[in-house]
């Protein structure tokens, strides 16, 4: 008779099999954690939020991330169904992939793409304003989403911030925006008050008859796009009056827009806010041309200089000194706001900033990176560049060096105190 050692593997592996409880499947999607599995082979990664009729799940299944969006209660069914039939019927880059649809127990479920890893208002309460490159590329991406959902007669009705994902698109690397949330895509146009305060149109009860139209699309887009050139919301009035009630346009305030920019941006907003809605964009199509046009001559040199060459563009670098400010080195508007916005603001500055970092600024196109390195290539290979250089990273350094020595001192000089009390 052979026998086989009490802790063989074989024991071991079946005494596993046997004694593991089979894993749980959550039926009741709405209550869901990390972790879960859920029918369907799915797997809960995450919560990504909740609204005021659903909520949505960060899952895997087969190695692929997808959001499952799920109908908080079973009275909201119905508007996760018309969601779902207006994701399908929507083909374009910038809005959300729709998947599937299906119920799950008693709620109805809609499974997508997900939209980026961070919304675009995530990224604005974190990091303020967009950088130029961004501001002309997400511009250009939401009123073009705006201008097809127009031609296919699809309104979406809560454009803002919050209901834009971030995220290369395609095959390539640069950042868009894709939009998502059509869950009042079919709210009666009799209902003005369906949307978030702030993006919805406050002078629709002045319509006759007070409806919700496409002008009002059009304005939560343009609040969209201000705040995202801006960091803050356009203000009607003292910023608490209901603007039904007061006699007064919208308060643009040009000193939030770089300088190259200013008149044409102050232009299309006080245009897209405009009290009377003859006076605004008559369509997205043409929202979108304007938009562009503010943004046609910033590859340009900026002032005080007006070469077109790029010889001339070397030569300001070339007799650069050390304190001569970045406006006044030929740049373009883009590559001049990136170092503004990351406060460089002269060529020490420059030159004494990691080349590494520079590469890697945040919300910087390529394009505009390799401007602004080529310049700092430049700028160190004059005579002296690479001394001042080297000379003030030795002194940060040393200034390092003895902040940290002072440190030590009066912490040693604290612990004899501690001491002799």
């Not at 990224?123 to 130029?132: E, S």
């Not at 290539?377 to 690479?386: A, E, H, T």
């Amino acid at each position: 008779m052979i026998r086989l050692p009490i802790s063989s593997p074989a024991l071991d592996d079946v005494e596993d099999e046997l004694t593991t409880p089979e894993t749980e499947i959550v039926e009741d999607v709405s209550s869901a954690q990390k972790g879960d599995l859920l029918p369907r082979k799915f797997e809960v990664v995450k919560r990504l939020g909740q609204g005021a009729c659903s909520i949505a799940l960060l899952v895997t299944r087969d190695g692929q991330e997808f959001v499952l969006k799920v109908a908080s209660d079973p009275k909201h069914n119905s508007r996760l169904k018309d969601e779902a039939e207006i994701l399908q019927k929507v083909r374009h880059q910038h809005i959300v992939e729709y998947c599937d649809r299906f119920d799950v127990g008693d709620r109805n479920c809609i499974l997508m793409r997900r939209a980026g890893t961070d919304t675009l208002g995530q990224r604005l309460r974190k990091d303020g304003r967009l950088h130029v490159d961004l501001l002309e590329r997400f511009g250009e991406d939401l009123l073009d989403v705006v201008n097809y959902l127009e031609d296919q007669g699809i309104a979406h009705r809560d454009i803002k911030p919050d209901n834009i994902g971030i995220g290369p698109v395609g095959r390539g690397d640069k950042l868009h925006i894709i939009l998502f949330d059509f869950s009042l895509s079919r709210t009666p146009p009799e209902n003005i008050r369906a949307g978030t305060p702030g993006y919805l149109d406050p002078l629709l009860p002045l319509r006759k008859p007070p409806r919700w139209d496409l002008h009002a699309e059009r304005y939560a887009a343009a609040v969209t796009l201000y705040e995202a050139a801006t960091g803050t919301m356009p203000k009607w009035g003292d910023g608490t009056s209901d603007p039904s009630y007061i006699d007064s346009e919208i308060t643009v305030e040009a000193e939030f827009f770089d300088a190259n920019l200013r008149e044409s941006l102050v232009n299309f907003f006080k245009r897209a806010f405009a009290r009377d809605t003859i006076r605004r964009f008559d369509n997205a199509e043409e929202m979108l041309r304007a938009w562009r046009q503010c943004f046609e001559d910033i590859d340009k040199p900026r002032a005080p200089s007006e070469h077109e060459d790029e010889e001339e563009n070397q030569k300001l670098l070339e007799e650069a000194s050390f304190d001569t400010n970045i406006s006044e080195l030929g740049l373009n508007v883009r590559a001049t706001n990136a170092l503004d916005r990351a406060n460089i603001l002269t060529v020490e500055e420059l030159l004494t900033r990691p080349l590494q970092r520079l590469q890697n600024l945040r919300g910087v196109g390529h394009r505009t990176r390799r401007e602004i390195t080529g310049a700092v290539k430049l700028l160190r290979d004059k005579p002296g560049g690479k001394r001042v250089f080297f000379w003030s990273a030795i002194e940060k350094w040393i200034r390092g060096q003895d902040f940290e020595l002072r440190v030590k001192r009066h912490a040693n000089l604290d612990s004899k105190r501690t001491h002799l009390s």
